[in-house]
Nanobody, 120 residues
Framework: QVQLVESGGGLVQPGGSLRLSCAAS????????MGWYRQAPGKQRELVAN???????AYADSVKGRFTISGDNAKNTVYLQMNSLKPEDTAVYYC??????????????WGQGTQVTVSS
């Protein structure tokens, strides 16, 4: 009923930048929260940032000051601007969304993941 399609991952050198995008489509009544998680090899999945509709963004301490999450309500899209990237930012990044569908219920969705590799 809902798809989250991510784009923007890739290989970047330390200190570089990438912007991830995630577009939601389907039987959407409202998007309540969108965000990004990441999972590095051998590590647990962790929250990177999220932003509730009409609210303030929240960030993991490890990315504060370097990453910025933003949303475009008209496009049902969330972005993650990542600057000053470090090798430890290497991970698969997953988009997430809490969405109220046209049936009136809220559901939680995950994207398929996009690889971000920071290496020289």
């Amino acid at each position: 009923q809902v798809q989250l399609v991510e784009s923007g991952g890739g290989l970047v050198q330390p200190g570089g930048s990438l912007r991830l995008s995630c577009a939601a489509s389907g039987s959407i009544f409202s998007i309540n929260t969108m965000g990004w998680y990441r999972q590095a090899p051998g590590k647990q999945r962790e929250l990177v940032a999220n932003i509730p509709s009409g609210g303030s963004a929240a960030y993991a301490d490890s990315v504060k000051g370097r990453f910025t999450i933003s949303g475009d309500n008209a496009k049902n899209t969330v972005y993650l601007q990542m600057n000053s990237l470090k090798p430890e930012d290497t991970a698969v990044y997953y988009c997430t969304a809490a969405i109220t569908l046209t049936d009136g219920y809220e559901y939680y969705y995950w994207g398929q993941g996009t690889q971000v590799t920071v290496s020289s």
